[in-house]
T-cell receptor, first 109, second 114 residues
């Protein structure tokens, strides 16, 4: 079966760095997405990785290792507004998105 | 600015009622999707559409149907609502070409079936 695993909840301190991991087992691979979802709101796109390596976008970076079935989202200089759920999703061989359950990130002052 | 709208943010219906959830996008996207989101579970795909009058079943289509008569509008229908369909329903759209395109989501409809 297809499976996406990410931690249920993480806590970090304002100004610090946090890494949210995602491991996957899917039928084929056509890229991995990260989305941010604030409570009661719609998910919004953060990043897309299809090749191995690190993609940096401001305070957020996303890393992919296809051989290990592993990705992480790195958030630097954490701000209170970063408190949200972070969703990992993999596009399989049928070009369908398989979603993880999401990681709830709590930022403390 | 990209926009996906859904007809209601909150909806309360009784068991057995027919429920219509509407989604409209203004980006001329070919692809549209309906998901449900429940605590502890990832987004689960109910139905999707790659073109007008075209529909494909997702992972959990049972108890649902869809309609896409116009490119910008994708409706989700619960023929006879049941309590296990209480959930957050999210509509999304994406451009037709290229699989690297992100999906744009609407604000969601929180449906409660009593």
């Amino acid at each position: 079966g297809q499976n996406i695993d990410q931690p249920t909840e993480m806590t970090a301190t304002e100004g610090a760095i946090v890494q949210i991991n995602c491991t996957y087992q899917t039928s084929g691979f056509n890229g991995l997405f990260w989305y941010q979802q604030h409570a009661g709101e719609a998910p919004t796109f953060l990043s897309y990785n299809v090749l191995d390596g690190l993609e940096e976008k401001g305070r957020f970076s996303s890393f992919l290792s296809r051989s290990k079935g592993y990705s992480y989202l790195l958030l630097k200089e954490l701000q209170m507004k970063d408190s949200a759920s972070y969703l990992c999703a993999v596009m399989d061989s049928n070009y369908q998105l398989i979603w993880g359950a999401g990681t709830k990130l709590i930022i403390k002052p | 600015d990209v926009k996906v709208t859904q007809s209601s943010r909150y909806l309360v219906k009784r068991t057995g009622e027919k429920v219509f959830l509407e989604c409209v996008q203004d980006m001329d996207h070919e692809n549209m999707f309906w998901y449900r989101q429940d605590p502890g579970l990832g987004l689960r795909l109910i139905y999707f559409s790659y073109d007008v009058k075209m529909k494909e079943k997702g992972d959990i289509p049972e108890g649902y149907s869809v309609s896409r008569e116009k490119k910008e509008r994708f409706s989700l229908i619960l023929e006879s609502a049941s309590t296990n369909q209480t959930s957050m329903y999210l509509c999304a759209s994406s451009p037709g070409t290229g699989y690297s395109h992100e999906q744009y989501f609407g604000p969601g409809t929180r449906l409660t079936v009593t």
